[in-house]
């Protein structure tokens, strides 16, 4: 009976987790120049605009550019610098050499530190 239960519960984890998989997604940015695809943290831009990509992590530091609204990105590491919103941890950015808030980027998997 307890064999069963346990094998109820893991085959619904499975179907839970499955679809919540990033293997598939493909964005900007994911792939690399060569056509192999980047491995990495992925991150989603929770705002409602545009993202300023910041060449330093603080909100003084200048723009270098900006990412949309659900726009899907690699993060390379992430470090303490200026606070946003209660929030001091920015992420930097696979290929743009830039930084963004962790304020506004939902990372799907764990970032390590720079």
């Given at each position: 009976m307890a064999k069963k239960a346990l094998l109820t519960c893991t085959l619904a984890v499975g179907v839970l987790i499955g679809p919540l998989s990033t293997a598939g997604w493909t964005?900007?940015?994911?792939?690399?120049?060569?056509?192999?695809?980047?491995?990495?943290p992925v991150g989603v831009v929770e705002t409602r605009a545009p993202l300023n990509v910041r060449e330093r992590p603080t909100v003084y530091s200048d723009v270098v550019k900006k990412l949309h609204p659900h726009e899907r990105v690699l993060l390379v590491c992430q470090k303490r610098g200026g606070w946003v919103d209660g929030n001091p941890v920015w992420y930097r950015l696979h290929g743009s050499k830039g930084w963004v808030s962790a304020r506004y980027v939902h990372n799907l998997q764990p970032v390590r530190p720079c």
């Open positions: 964005a900007e940015g994911l792939a690399a120049g060569d056509g192999r695809a980047r491995s990495g």
